[in-house]
Nanobody, 124 residues
């Protein structure tokens, strides 16, 4: 599986962005998908994950209520809708996929496949 993330950009605080992650390969629909982010000088952190069907989701506590993860298996695409953005959300956002369990989705090592990242910058 190859992943291509897009949709990042510059937005003012309080604004919204929707990130997309397009996957190659027919097996994408059997994979869980996650989003991570890495701010300058910080470790990469978990943002959200979704199971293969889209029926179950999991969020980092700081993203609950502001971010929504979804997927469209017919389009081999996953999404991260981000609302009420804050300057501290500034980071490179990565999508990832794996056949593993959603219960382990917050750990980087649970993912075999990674996209290249897309920059999100939130101005104050």
């Amino acid at each position: 599986v190859q992943l291509q993330a897009s949709g990042g950009g510059l937005v003012e605080a309080g604004g919204s962005l929707r990130l997309s992650c397009v996957a190659s390969g027919r097996s994408f629909r059997s994979y869980m998908m996650g989003w991570f982010r890495q701010a300058p000088g910080k470790d990469r952190e978990f943002v959200a994950a979704i199971n293969w069907s889209g029926g179950s989701t999991y969020y980092a506590d700081s993203m609950k209520g502001r971010f929504t993860i979804s997927r469209d298996n017919a389009k081999n695409t996953g999404y991260l809708e981000m609302n009420s953005l804050k300057p501290e959300d500034t980071a490179v956002y990565y999508c990832a996929a794996d056949q593993g369990l959603l219960a382990k989705s917050r750990h980087e090592r649970s993912y075999a496949y990674w996209g290249q990242g897309t920059q999100v910058t939130v101005s104050s």
